[in-house]
Structure formats: structure tokens, C-alpha cells
């Protein structure tokens, strides 16, 4: 099969190995025909070279693991061949033809073709997950800081779940543009913590916000500009995905705040998020048709991890294209 793999930062290589074999996989495991795969900030690190075992240290076919195909071979009672399927690939192994994933991470999709969509069930699976920790939003004010695809689904999330004020703040116009329309009652292109706080000030008065979200990551400032931003009793749920082991936070502030800071990444319990994920999408409870914002075919896989990661280009997600 032909896959891509990282011989260097910023570069992958196109090469021909075996396809996974389902004879010698473990139980209630299944071999995908790739469609699709989609850019997710947790791969950049490995991409980008920021984590020292990214390049010399990383397998064939990774990183990548938004992911949708169609089932070619299978062990599992729950999945045949022929069903269309959002799989994460085991190790984040799908920038293959074939991948292997195991059907505790794999939940059925529509086979209508529109697989740009349907991919998109797994990282709305995640938000729900993470939304999963905490309790009704109703009448709360919160803020959103980042509005890139995960930061997207917060917003729609925040909306459904009854927030009052939802202000989300991002650096980049056309994000905040597409929030506006996805349930953000304000939208806000500040920087700067003081500026950013007199601003939230205003919409919400002097007691602050029940929630943040922290849904940028990759850096350390906006989680300090999260507890800056809470108020007394109030909650952060940090979503954004860190580079460094140990972050430089206000600790001073966060504790006299009686401030609850609530960590998610995966989900728990993973057929059960994604295959919400699957209904909202369906239902229309949750939209994702401004996600998708660029589409490479898979031969050219370098220029779409660079263009994700650049940020540029007004880019959300980007999608690699497998020929289906």
C-alpha cells in the first residue's frame, strides 16, 4: 500500500509498504480502506519537530488519527465488510491506504459519500467528551478562547447546553466570523489580557465569567489569560493540547479563586461520544459545513500538514484526500 512517513520535520515521505494484515491482528480488530483524514493540532508537535522523538522515532502512516473509510477485512462481531466507519487508527497510523484500528474506537457513519463531514464526528466525540465533565451551562456566562475546529464546537456545544453569554476570542476575523453565525453572542479579537478583561468586563459586568474554555494550547499564555478571566467559584476546562511538561501558571490567583481547572483530552468511552457526535451531526444540532476550509490530495500530504500549521490562509481544517 502507499503511505506517507515523517523522515524529517516538516517532511514526509512517500513509500510503499505492507498492507496490515487482519490474520495477524488482535481480537475485535479491523482493517480500513482510507478516505479521508483530516489535520488535527495534537499531530503538529510531532510534525513541526517540537517533541524530540517526532522525526527519526516516528512509525509509517503517522501522525494522523481523524480518520474515516471503509472496512475491508474484520475480526470483530460488530463491524463487516463493507461498512463505512470513523476509525482511529491504532498509534495515529493513518496516513496509509489500509490502516488497522480496533472496534472500540471505530463507530459506523452514513455511506452517503459526504465523508468531509462524517470525519468530523470525531473531534466533536472529543468536545463531548470534555463537555461530559461538567454540568448544565444554563443562564452561565462563559468565554471560548481559540475558535479553531475544536474551539468551533465548543461554541456550539456551550449554546445547546444554555449559556447566556458566550464570548469567544480568537486573533483571526474569519474564525470569529463563522462563531457568530454557530451561536457566539460576542466576538472578540484581543491579545492582550487587560485590554481582553476590560472587554469581557463590559459584556458581563465585574464579577467575571462562570467558564472558560482554553482551547488553543501549544503555548502557555492563555491559560493564565483563562484563570485572569474567571471569576470567584468559577471553572476552566482546559481543552488545548500542551508542548511543555511543565507549565508557568498564576497559581496565586488560581487558588485564591477557589477556581475548579478541569483537564480532557480522549475520550473514556469512545463508541459511545463519537456515535453522539454521529447524531448531532445528522440531526443538525451541530454544524460543521465552514470546517473544511482546504483539501489536498494525499501525494501532497506535506503541504497540508504545513498549511494547518501555518495558520494562515483563514485555515480551520484541512482535509488529505485519499482518491475516494
Known amino acids: 500500500m ?16 505492507p498492507a496490515p494484515d487482519i ?36 512509525p509509517v502512516a ?11 477485512a474484520s475480526n470483530s462481531e460488530r463491524f463487516r465488510i463493507g461498512d463505512t ?21 471505530t463507530t459506523h457513519i452514513p455511506s452517503d459519500g459526504d465523508w468531509n463531514k462524517w470525519v468530523m464526528c470525531q473531534p466533536l466525540g472529543t468536545v463531548i467528551w470534555g463537555f461530559r465533565h461538567i454540568n448544565t451551562l444554563f ?24 449559556a447566556r453569554k458566550i464570548i469567544v476570542v480568537d486573533p483571526i476575523q474569519h474564525r470569529l466570523n463563522i462563531a457568530a453565525g454557530l451561536g457566539a453572542t460576542h466576538t472578540l479579537r484581543i491579545t492582550d489580557d487587560i485590554e481582553l478583561g476590560k472587554a469581557v468586563q463590559e459584556i458581563v459586568g465585574k464579577d ?15 491559560v493564565n489569560t483563562a484563570i485572569h478571566l474567571v471569576k470567584y467559584g468559577g471553572t476552566i476546562l482546559g481543552f488545548g493540547v500542551p508542548d511543555q511538561n511543565i507549565y508557568p501558571i498564576n497559581y496565586h490567583d488560581l487558588f485564591r479563586k477557589n477556581v475548579r481547572f478541569i483537564t480532557t483530552v480522549s475520550p473514556a468511552d469512545y463508541p459511545k461520544d463519537f456515535e453522539l457526535g454521529v447524531e448531532y451531526i445528522r440531526r443538525g444540532l451541530i454544524s460543521v459545513k465552514d470546517y473544511v476550509t482546504h ?6 500530504v506535506t503541504d497540508a500538514y504545513s498549511l494547518f500549521s501555518s495558520g494562515q490562509d483563514n485555515v480551520i481544517k484541512v482535509m488529505v484526500n485519499y482518491g475516494k
Open 62 to 72: 503517522f501522525p494522523a488519527h481523524e480518520c474515516v473509510g471503509e472496512v475491508v
Open 139 to 162: 443562564h452561565q456566562n462563559v468565554v471560548i478562547l481559540g475558535q479553531g475546529g475544536m474551539g468551533l464546537f465548543c461554541t456550539q456545544m456551550a449554546a445547546c447546553m444554555g
Open 23 to 58: 490474520t495477524t491482528a488482535p481480537p475485535n480488530s479491523i482493517i480500513v480502506k482510507t478516505y479521508r483524514a483530516t489535520t488535527c493540532g495534537s499531530d503538529m508537535p510531532y510534525f513541526l519537530g517540537t517533541y524530540p522523538e517526532s522525526a527519526h522515532m516516528a
Open 208 to 222: 467575571g465569567v462562570d467558564m472558560v474554555f482554553e482551547v488553543v494550547g501549544h503555548q502557555t499564555k492563555t
Open 295 to 300: 483539501e489536498f490530495p494525499f501525494h501532497q
Open 2 to 17: 502507499f503511505a506517507a512517513k515523517l523522515i524529517a520535520p516538516k517532511t514526509f515521505k512517500m513509500i510503499e509498504v
Open 85 to 105: 466507519v470513523m476509525a482511529q487508527p491504532d498509534a495515529f497510523t493513518g496516513l496509509g491506504e489500509y490502516y488497522m484500528a480496533r472496534a472500540n474506537f
